[in-house]
């Protein structure tokens, strides 16, 4: 079956632009999770949603960062007036609810470069 | 402060030869799950191996196995027989079972590369 797609897989963005970055979970998964992976570090969360309710925002970086899952399954995420700061990969990942072992899967991730 | 440490940055070992990657972590929560997780150059995060802080066995799954000592507070992961596609960014990552959101808390990783 389908996992988890992320488009596009690289981005090159000028200093200033805004970038929309898309997330295609696992169909019929509940939750979703963005994270935000600098290179040669681990990734680091972001924010998450469970269906069309983004419940936990804590770790956008900035109002700069938005994210939306208006009907429970594609998000976007979204990062306005882009810095250079923001360069690094941006990671989706779902699951199909909050168990206890529930694996997150990640899909390959959005490299965005900003020059 | 929840944290996830992995002391090496780097490891390379003999292809076919077993290989321990080290993770330690912090918590005062009970309740929790420890995670590992390969990234090969590709980028994409693969599941590997699960153990719940309740289980009382290590976990195994194939040849992976997580030597789980709680006390410790580590979670190191063996790979047995290693093969060249094993070489790879390695992560472990913890979640808090209280959480409400249940993300994932990331050590920094380990690079191994497998030598042939």
């Known amino acids: 079956g389908a996992g988890v797609s992320q488009s596009p897989r690289y981005k090159v963005a000028k200093r200033g632009q805004d970038v929309a970055l898309r997330c295609d979970p696992i169909s019929g998964h509940v939750s979703l999770f963005w994270y935000q992976q600098a290179l040669g570090q681990g990734p680091e969360f972001l924010t998450y949603f469970q269906n069309e309710a983004q419940l936990d925002k804590s770790g956008l970086p900035s109002d700069r960062f938005f994210a939306e899952r208006p009907e429970g399954s594609v998000s976007t995420l979204k990062i306005q007036r882009t810095q250079q700061e923001d360069s690094a990969v941006y990671l989706c990942a779902s699951s199909w609810g909050q168990g206890r072992a529930n694996e997150q899967f990640f899909g390959p991730g959005t490299r965005l470069t900003v020059l | 402060a929840q944290k996830i440490t992995q002391t090496q940055p780097g490891m390379f070992v003999q292809e076919k030869e077993a290989v321990t990657l080290d993770c330690t972590y912090d918590?005062?929560?009970?309740?929790?799950?420890l995670f590992w997780y390969k990234q090969p150059s590709s980028g994409e995060m693969i599941f590997l191996i699960y153990?719940?802080?309740?289980d009382q066995q290590n976990a195994t799954e194939g040849r992976y196995s997580l030597n789980f000592q709680k006390a410790r507070k580590s979670a190191n992961l063996v790979i047995s027989a290693s093969q060249l596609g094993d070489s790879a960014m390695y992560f472990c990552?913890?979640?808090?079972?209280?959480?409400?959101?249940?993300?994932?808390?990331w050590g920094a990783g380990t690079k191994l590369i497998i030598k042939p």
């Open positions: 918590t005062s929560d009970p309740s929790y799950g």
């Open positions: 153990q719940g802080s309740y």
């Open positions: 990552a913890m979640r808090h079972q209280s959480d409400s959101n249940y993300q994932l808390i």
